[in-house]
C-alpha cells in the first residue's frame, strides 16, 4: 500500500467514511495481540478480504501509536499466518512512517472457494472458523461452515430421495408431457428413450432397492404437495403498510397482507406472480399501434427472473428445510430474500456476468430449464438489471450472507418528471445520457460505486471510469477512499442542501441518524439503535450522536448522558 492510499485511509477512517467491516486497527505496540489470529481468519473468510493496522488505536480517533521492533513483529505475524491457521495464508506487508511512529499495514486477500474457511488450527475448524461482519470478528456458526465446505464441491440435496413411490407423490400428467417436451428438445440417445429411463436420467426419479422414487427435485417440480413432506418450503407473502416494517399501519395492523404459498415450483411461481399483479401499482400507457399496455411499478420479466432463481437457487440442504423464501413489498420497494447464500464461485462482483455459471441444486436447474423456466445459462440476473435499465428503474440492490440472499428492487424511476426537472434545475451542461442518469440515481441512493455504474449504463470498466472521473473533475460528484474501497457522491455544494454541507465533516452516513431523530422526535438512544440497526453497530450510533451534539445538530433533552429518560431531539 502506497503512503497515499494509507494517509488517506486514515483521514476517512477518522470521519467514518470507511466501513470498518474491512479495516481493523490494533494497538501491537510490544507483542501481538491474541485476537488478531481471529481477525485474520475472519478477513480471509469475507468478500474482498481487509486490512489490519498494527501501531493504530481504535475509535473514535483512531490515534498512531506506532509499534517497536519492526522486524520481529513482521516475522511472528508472518509465522501465525504459516503455522496457525489453516490453510496457511500468505498477506503483504508494508511500513510506513507517520509522524516519526511506525506502522504496520497487512493487507489480508480473500481466499479462495476451495480454501474456504481459513480457520484457527487449535480451535478446530467448527470453533475456530470466523467471519467480518460490521466492525467486529464472528464465530461462523456450524450451518455457515458447512455451507463454506459444501461450496468446493457440488452438492446433491436436490438428488436425495423421498421414501415413497413416486407414482403416488408425483402429478404423473404433468410428468407425461415434461417427458414428450424432453423428447423433442433432446439430440441424443435420450430423446428416444422411454419414459423412466428420461425420469431417471433428468433426477425425478431414482431406484432404491428395485423401488422406484422421487427425489427431492422430483418433489420440488412435480409434486402434487411438497409441503406434506416439508411444511416450509413454501414462499411467505408480505406487505407492509410503512417503508419500516417495525412500524404498525393505520390501525395498528403490521401487515397488511401475509399469505403463505405452497404447492410445487411451477405453481408458486404462477400463484406468487398473481399475488403481484394485484397488489403492485401499475399504469397504463399508449403503445406505438394505438395498443393499451398495463405496466407493473416493477418490470414483470425481472420479477418472474428474481423469483425463479430464489426458488431454483435456495438452499435445500437438511439444515435449511425449515426456512422459507419471503417476498416482502413495501411502499418503496420489493425485497425478495432466500435461504442460502451466493454458491461457488459467484459473488456479488460477478453476479450478473453470463460466463460465471454455477449451480447449487443442479439436477433442480436442469429440470426448470426442461420445463422452460429458465434458460441455465447464467445469464438470469444480467437480464433483470437490462430490463430495469429499459424501465428508467434503478438495478437491483444485492446482500449476500453465507445464510442467506436477498434482492432489493426500488421504484424510483430515474426519468420521472421529478427527476428530469431536478437536472434542469441544477444547470450543469456537457453531461452524456449515462451521466445524467447517474446524478439522479446518486440523489436517491446517496451513492455510487465502479461496478454500479457498469451495471447502471451496461458499459464496461473502462468507461465507468472515465466517465466518473469526468463527474468528479466537474466537480458535479466527489470520490472518497481508493481501490476497492472508492464510492463518489454528489457534491453538497450542488445539491443546494445547507444541511449536507453541515454533515460532509461527520462520520460517514451521520445524515440518517439525524433524519431518524427529525421524523421521531424525541427519541430514545435505544429507539435509534433499533430502528436503524440494519446500518449501524450501538458503538456506531453513539459516535455518531456525540459528533451531532457536538456540532449542535441535535439536543439531549437530559444532560446526564446515562438518564434513562434522555432522548433526543433537533436542534
Same mark, same amino acid.
Given at each position: 500500500?502506497?503512503?497515499?492510499?494509507?494517509?488517506?485511509?486514515?483521514?476517512?477512517?477518522?470521519?467514518?467514511?470507511?466501513?470498518?467491516?474491512?479495516?481493523?486497527?490494533?494497538?501491537?505496540?510490544?507483542?501481538?495481540?491474541?485476537?488478531?489470529?481471529?481477525?485474520? @481468519?475472519?478477513?480471509?473468510?469475507?468478500?474482498?478480504?481487509?486490512?489490519?493496522?498494527?501501531?493504530?488505536?481504535?475509535?473514535?480517533?483512531?490515534?498512531?501509536?506506532?509499534?517497536?521492533?519492526?522486524?520481529?513483529?513482521?516475522?511472528?505475524?508472518?509465522?501465525?499466518?504459516?503455522?496457525?491457521?489453516?490453510?496457511?495464508?500468505?498477506?503483504?506487508?508494508?511500513?510506513?512512517?507517520?509522524?516519526?511512529?511506525?506502522?504496520?499495514?497487512?493487507?489480508?486477500?480473500?481466499?479462495?472457494?476451495?480454501?474456504?474457511?481459513? %480457520?484457527?488450527? $487449535?480451535?478446530?475448524?467448527?470453533?475456530?472458523?470466523?467471519?467480518?461482519? $460490521?466492525?467486529?470478528?464472528?464465530?461462523?456458526?456450524?450451518?455457515?461452515?458447512?455451507?463454506?465446505?459444501?461450496?468446493?464441491?457440488?452438492?446433491?440435496?436436490?438428488?436425495?430421495?423421498?421414501?415413497?413411490?413416486?407414482?403416488?407423490?408425483?402429478?404423473?400428467?404433468?410428468?407425461?408431457?415434461?417427458?414428450?417436451?424432453?423428447?423433442?428438445?433432446?439430440?441424443?440417445?435420450?430423446?428416444?428413450?422411454?419414459?423412466?429411463?428420461?425420469?431417471?436420467?433428468?433426477?425425478?426419479?431414482?431406484?432404491?432397492?428395485?423401488?422406484?422414487?422421487?427425489?427431492?427435485?422430483?418433489?420440488?417440480?412435480?409434486?402434487?404437495?411438497?409441503?406434506?413432506?416439508?411444511?416450509?418450503?413454501?414462499?411467505?407473502?408480505?406487505?407492509?403498510?410503512?417503508?419500516?416494517?417495525?412500524?404498525?399501519?393505520?390501525?395498528?395492523?403490521? %401487515?397488511?397482507?401475509?399469505?403463505?404459498?405452497?404447492?410445487?415450483?411451477?405453481?408458486?411461481?404462477?400463484?406468487?406472480?398473481?399475488?403481484?399483479?394485484?397488489?403492485?401499482?401499475?399504469?397504463?400507457?399508449?403503445?406505438?399501434?394505438?395498443?393499451?399496455?398495463?405496466?407493473?411499478?416493477?418490470?414483470?420479466?425481472?420479477?418472474?427472473?428474481?423469483?425463479?432463481?430464489?426458488?431454483?437457487?435456495?438452499? %435445500?440442504?437438511?439444515?435449511?428445510?425449515?426456512?422459507?423464501?419471503?417476498?416482502?413489498?413495501?411502499?418503496?420497494?420489493?425485497?425478495?430474500?432466500?435461504?442460502?447464500?451466493?454458491?461457488?464461485?459467484?459473488?456479488?462482483?460477478?453476479?450478473?456476468?453470463?460466463?460465471?455459471?454455477?449451480?447449487?441444486?443442479?439436477?433442480?436447474?436442469?429440470?426448470?430449464?426442461?420445463?422452460?423456466?429458465?434458460?441455465?445459462?447464467?445469464?438470469?440476473?444480467?437480464?433483470?438489471?437490462?430490463?430495469?435499465?429499459?424501465?428508467?428503474?434503478?438495478?437491483?440492490?444485492?446482500?449476500?450472507?453465507?445464510?442467506?440472499?436477498?434482492?432489493?428492487?426500488?421504484?424510483?424511476?430515474?426519468?420521472?418528471?421529478?427527476?428530469?426537472?431536478?437536472?434542469?434545475?441544477?444547470?450543469?451542461?456537457?453531461?452524456? @445520457?449515462?451521466?445524467?442518469?447517474?446524478?439522479?440515481?446518486?440523489?436517491?441512493?446517496?451513492?455510487?460505486?465502479?461496478?454500479?455504474?457498469?451495471?447502471?449504463?451496461?458499459?464496461?470498466?473502462?468507461?465507468?471510469?472515465?466517465?466518473?472521473?469526468?463527474?468528479?473533475?466537474?466537480?458535479?460528484?466527489?470520490?472518497?477512499?481508493?481501490?476497492?474501497?472508492?464510492?463518489?457522491?454528489?457534491?453538497?455544494?450542488?445539491?443546494?442542501?445547507?444541511?449536507?454541507?453541515?454533515?460532509?465533516?461527520?462520520?460517514?452516513? @451521520?445524515?440518517?441518524?439525524?433524519?431518524?431523530?427529525?421524523?421521531?422526535?424525541?427519541?430514545?438512544?435505544?429507539?435509534?439503535?433499533?430502528?436503524?440497526?440494519?446500518?449501524?453497530?450501538?458503538?456506531?450510533?453513539?459516535?455518531?450522536?456525540?459528533?451531532?451534539?457536538?456540532?449542535?445538530?441535535?439536543?439531549?433533552?437530559?444532560?446526564?448522558?446515562? $438518564?434513562?429518560?434522555?432522548?433526543?431531539?433537533?436542534?
Amino acid at each position: 500500500m502506497l503512503i497515499d492510499e494509507l494517509m488517506e485511509l486514515i483521514d476517512e477512517l477518522k470521519v467514518g467514511k470507511v466501513e470498518t467491516q474491512k479495516l481493523e486497527c490494533k494497538e501491537a505496540r510490544n507483542n501481538i495481540p491474541r485476537s488478531l489470529l481471529e481477525t485474520l @481468519s475472519a478477513f480471509s473468510n469475507t468478500h474482498g478480504g481487509g486490512i489490519i493496522l498494527l501501531g493504530a488505536g481504535d475509535a473514535p480517533t483512531f490515534p498512531i501509536l506506532g509499534v517497536e521492533n519492526i522486524d520481529r513483529l513482521q516475522s511472528a505475524v508472518a509465522n501465525m499466518c504459516a503455522q496457525e491457521l489453516e490453510p496457511p495464508i500468505r498477506p503483504q506487508f508494508s511500513l510506513h512512517n507517520i509522524g516519526g511512529r511506525s506502522l504496520l499495514v497487512i493487507e489480508v486477500p480473500e481466499a479462495g472457494v476451495a480454501e474456504k474457511p481459513v %480457520y484457527i488450527k $487449535a480451535r478446530g475448524i467448527y470453533h475456530g472458523s470466523f467471519i467480518r461482519l $460490521a466492525d467486529g470478528d464472528h464465530q461462523l456458526t456450524e450451518y455457515e461452515v458447512l455451507k463454506l465446505l459444501e461450496n468446493r464441491g457440488q452438492p446433491r440435496h436436490d438428488m436425495e430421495l423421498i421414501e415413497s413411490p413416486y407414482e403416488s407423490v408425483l402429478n404423473l400428467e404433468t410428468m407425461d408431457a415434461f417427458v414428450d417436451r424432453v423428447r423433442q428438445r433432446s439430440q441424443g440417445p435420450i430423446g428416444d428413450a422411454d419414459k423412466i429411463t428420461i425420469l431417471r436420467a433428468t433426477h425425478i426419479i431414482s431406484d432404491r432397492e428395485g423401488h422406484l422414487m422421487p427425489t427431492v427435485a422430483g418433489l420440488l417440480m412435480f409434486g402434487k404437495m411438497p409441503q406434506f413432506f416439508f411444511p416450509n418450503l413454501r414462499v411467505v407473502f408480505l406487505v407492509y403498510p410503512n417503508t419500516d416494517p417495525n412500524l404498525p399501519g393505520p390501525n395498528g395492523e403490521r %401487515y397488511w397482507v401475509n399469505e403463505p404459498i405452497e404447492g410445487n415450483i411451477p405453481v408458486i411461481l404462477q400463484r406468487i406472480l398473481l399475488l403481484l399483479g394485484r397488489h403492485l401499482p401499475k399504469r397504463t400507457v399508449v403503445t406505438g399501434s394505438m395498443e393499451r399496455e398495463e405496466l407493473w411499478e416493477y418490470p414483470r420479466e425481472a420479477l418472474r427472473e428474481a423469483l425463479a432463481n430464489a426458488l431454483l437457487h435456495r438452499d %435445500y440442504s437438511t439444515q435449511a428445510r425449515g426456512s422459507q423464501v419471503q417476498v416482502a413489498l413495501y411502499p418503496d420497494r420489493l425485497t425478495i430474500s432466500n435461504p442460502g447464500g451466493l454458491f461457488g464461485t459467484v459473488t456479488l462482483d460477478n453476479i450478473d456476468q453470463p460466463d460465471v455459471q454455477q449451480a447449487r441444486n443442479s439436477a433442480l436447474m436442469r429440470i426448470a430449464e426442461d420445463l422452460g423456466i429458465v434458460e441455465n445459462r447464467g445469464g438470469g440476473v444480467g437480464a433483470i438489471i437490462t430490463s430495469m435499465r429499459k424501465h428508467n428503474l434503478s438495478p437491483p440492490l444485492f446482500k449476500n450472507t453465507l445464510s442467506r440472499f436477498s434482492l432489493t428492487f426500488k421504484n424510483h424511476n430515474l426519468l420521472s418528471p421529478d427527476a428530469l426537472k431536478w437536472l434542469e434545475s441544477i444547470k450543469i451542461s456537457g453531461l452524456n @445520457s449515462n451521466q445524467r442518469l447517474v446524478m439522479v440515481y446518486v440523489k436517491n441512493e446517496g451513492r455510487i460505486t465502479n461496478r454500479e455504474y457498469q451495471r447502471l449504463c451496461g458499459v464496461d470498466t473502462i468507461i465507468a471510469t472515465r466517465e466518473l472521473g469526468e463527474m468528479v473533475q466537474s466537480e458535479v460528484l466527489s470520490m472518497t477512499g481508493t481501490r476497492r474501497w472508492a464510492f463518489y457522491e454528489l457534491s453538497p455544494e450542488l445539491s443546494g442542501m445547507e444541511e449536507d454541507i453541515k454533515f460532509k465533516a461527520l462520520p460517514a452516513d @451521520s445524515k440518517k441518524i439525524w433524519k431518524y431523530i427529525k421524523d421521531n422526535e424525541p427519541v430514545a438512544r435505544k429507539e435509534i439503535i433499533k430502528g436503524l440497526r440494519n446500518i449501524f453497530t450501538a458503538n456506531q450510533v453513539d459516535y455518531r450522536l456525540e459528533k451531532l451534539i457536538e456540532k449542535n445538530l441535535i439536543v439531549p433533552t437530559n444532560p446526564r448522558e446515562k $438518564a434513562s429518560n434522555r432522548k433526543y431531539i433537533i436542534f
